[in-house]
């Protein structure tokens, strides 16, 4: 199965587990995915919002907001909803999770094989860098 095109992509990671923040970097760089990186769950939304990820890893246990909260304010936002967002955490996989509106969940700790299968298959669904198609639908002369 051929891997998904990553030219041009680019990956958040919310996570404040300095370790953890490592690790995902390098596994999302390896995949030639662009890395953002955000430490508490506000700055995660911001960046979400500044920067339109392709994808969106999101720890639940943050500073501040936590990732289901964060998960939550951008699925109910037009401008964020459509961005796929992985649930990472070592909790079980529960309703609170699935209410949240994430689109994928993987337990930690994870297996770079799950990782990697779960982030490809998600971006497959991305036709294109979505900075692109945010530029086509943005409405013209919207200020
Ligand atoms: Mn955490």
Redesign the pocket.
């Known amino acids: 199965m051929a891997s998904a095109d990553t030219s041009g992509k680019c990956i958040l990671i919310i996570?404040?587990?300095p370790l953890?923040m490592k690790l995902f970097s390098a596994m999302v760089g390896a995949q030639g995915y662009g890395v953002l990186q955000a430490g508490d769950g506000l700055r995660g939304v911001d960046l979400a919002h500044q920067e339109h990820p392709d994808l969106i890893i999101m720890?639940?246990?943050?500073p501040g907001i936590s990732g289901l909260e964060a998960t939550r304010l951008l699925k109910a936002d037009p401008e964020t909803r459509d961005i796929p967002i992985i649930i990472t955490t070592a909790y079980a996989y529960d309703d609170e999770i699935q209410a949240s509106g994430c689109d994928g969940y993987m337990a930690k700790p994870i297996t770079v094989a799950d990782f990697v299968g779960l982030i490809d298959s998600l971006m497959k669904q991305v036709p294109q860098p979505r900075y692109v198609r945010h530029m086509i639908e943005e409405p013209i002369g919207a200020d």
């Open positions: 996570e404040d587990n953890n720890d639940i246990d943050l």
